[in-house]
């Protein structure tokens, strides 16, 4: 596994795990930290299924082996990046507690 050098600058941009194959086929996974002018971009070609050279988006901040981190590294990776492994069940939760107060 490798860190993707050091991280001592402030994270700007949206922080993203992805995973697949690399040309040998071995999997992997990387937390990639997206340049905010690129996410938009970056989001259309993921949904596209369209193939990305991550680091046109942004600076890989970690790579591991495997297609998901274990629950001892993705603990690490919140604390060091500020990471949320649930934000998309957050928003959720918080988009339907905000249509409920609404009604």
């Not at 938009?40 to 680091?55: G, M, N, Q």
């Not at 600076?59 to 492994?85: C, M, S, V, W």
Request: hydrophobic share 30%; aromatic share 10%.
């Amino acid at each position: 596994m490798d860190k993707g050098g050091d991280n001592e600058e402030q994270i700007t941009g949206v922080i993203e795990l992805c995973s697949g194959y690399d040309p040998d086929d071995n999997p992997f996974f990387v937390y990639i930290e997206i340049r905010p002018d690129m996410f938009e971009e970056y989001l259309w070609r993921h949904r596209k299924k369209l193939p990305l050279e991550l680091t046109d988006y942004g600076t890989i901040l970690y790579r591991g082996d495997g297609l998901q981190p274990d629950a001892a590294l993705k603990a690490e990776l919140e604390a060091k990046f500020g990471i949320n492994h649930n934000f998309e069940k957050d928003l959720d939760k918080e988009i339907i507690k905000q249509k409920s107060q609404k009604l």
